[in-house]
């Protein structure tokens, strides 16, 4: 499993100690073929791998994903290796790890007491210095540090020393070889003194990149939060003018006349109460989708109340992810639609007052945790719920 890991690795720009750089490229994995799989809810990209014996980094890079985290109806491809081939030889003083959630290089680094550059370079495979995949293989150097590779097709022990110019004799005894010979291609070999930098570097850089992506998104998050802040105060600014020009033409009139409240001017209530907010509308990341709604946490169960009167128009679960939802229809083409409910409290065409409940928090369709996603539409288009709340 773990040397498959490092077979579909890209080629890696390695430096020896203290020899010059050289050039390591991992051959293929011998394949026997792919399992077509279709998410169902529930499932995780460590039990699924774990379901057909594979390492779960096999089927992210077989199926081109970017994360491990899988969405329902998803399709996967599940590489199969042979079932007969006996396992990789993995050298002694090498510990496979299976990595956890929340695990980190770093985490994993102290709880061992070896370096950074010591894990990568026994795992040139490696993505990323901060994500590592759950249910995935670490080897942990903790005896002697160095370059961990697979045996390439048609080599020898005494070729993969010869390469990185190092003595058949020492790494054979690191590796506790009495006959080079016994090793097979795809068997791990410990290569003393050598490390992964230019692998390390890129990854560092990689990390500093993703960095000051946060940096820059959450840097924008704060400009529309004080942008919308700014637009409140003018719009409760223009209100109460509005209210007091109102007020001296009723005075004047015989007539009383009756004040329309828009959305705007906070027609709305809030859907739920004892939330946070833990998602913004508008463009989330330069590689993630629009978020058209804003996300509020609470615990699950919580009731969900209608934010304003109107007429439930669709009660029931959706095909595009929002699970189990509802859409009030307000009039004047105003639509609320609240999502991922654990349960639903409300018929299609049933009229609904503001603060009736109409549902309740829970983590059903696309979603990674209790919450509601709330959205307003005006014509069909979604607007920032916040524009319209008080």
């Not at 540090?145 to 690191?174: H, I, M, N």
């Not at 992964?196 to 560092?204: G, M």
């Not at 109460?273 to 993630?288: D, E, H, K, L, N």
Request: charge should be positive; glycine fraction near 10%.
């Amino acid at each position: 499993m773990s040397c498959s890991a490092l077979a579909l690795a890209k080629p890696l720009i390695l430096s020896p100690l203290p020899l010059p750089e050289a050039t390591v490229e991992v051959g293929q994995a011998a394949k026997k073929g792919w399992v077509v799989y279709e998410v169902r809810p529930g499932d995780t990209l460590a039990g699924v791998a774990a379901r057909y014996g594979v390492d779960p980094r096999h089927i992210m890079w077989s199926s081109g994903l970017k994360t491990d985290r899988l969405q329902v109806g998803q399709r996967l491809l599940i590489p199969l290796v042979a079932q007969e081939d006996r396992a990789p030889r993995v050298p002694p003083g090498v510990e496979a790890y299976r990595v956890r959630p929340g695990d980190t290089l770093q985490s994993v680094a102290s709880r061992y007491g070896v370096s950074v550059l010591d894990l990568v370079s026994a795992n040139p495979s490696l993505e990323s210095l901060d994500r590592l995949v759950a249910g995935s293989v670490l080897y942990i150097p903790k005896k002697v540090k160095g370059l961990v590779v697979a045996l390439p097709e048609g080599q020898t022990l005494v070729d993969l020393a010869a390469r990185f110019g190092l003595s058949p004799v020492e790494v054979a005894r690191v590796n506790g070889l009495a006959n080079p010979a016994e090793l097979k291609a795809g068997d791990l070999v410990l290569l003393p003194g050598i490390q992964a930098k230019t692998t390390y570097q890129r990854l560092l850089a990689k990390q500093e990149a993703e960095r000051q992506a946060r940096l820059e998104a959450e840097r924008r998050r704060q400009e529309e939060l004080r942008r919308l802040a700014e637009e409140r105060r003018r719009q409760q600014a223009l209100a109460q003018g509005a209210r007091q020009a109102q007020a001296q033409t009723q005075r004047a009139s015989v007539k009383p006349q009756v004040r329309r409240v828009s959305y705007q001017e906070g027609g709305m209530r809030w859907p739920l109460s004892g939330f946070r907010i833990t998602t913004y509308f508008g463009q989330r990341g330069a590689f993630q989708r629009y978020h058209t709604g804003i996300d509020l946490a609470a615990p699950y169960g919580t009731p969900i109340v209608a934010a304003k009167a109107g007429q439930v128009q669709v009660a029931g679960w959706s095909s595009y992810g929002y699970g189990f939802h509802v859409v009030v229809d307000h009039g004047g083409g105003v639509e609320t639609l609240y999502a991922h409910m654990s349960r639903i409290a409300v018929r299609s065409g049933e009229w609904v007052e503001a603060g009736q409940v109409i549902g309740y928090v829970g983590s059903t369709g696309w979603s990674t945790g209790p919450h509601l996603h709330f959205e307003v539409r005006v014509g069909g288009v979604a607007r920032n719920p916040l524009a319209y709340l008080p």
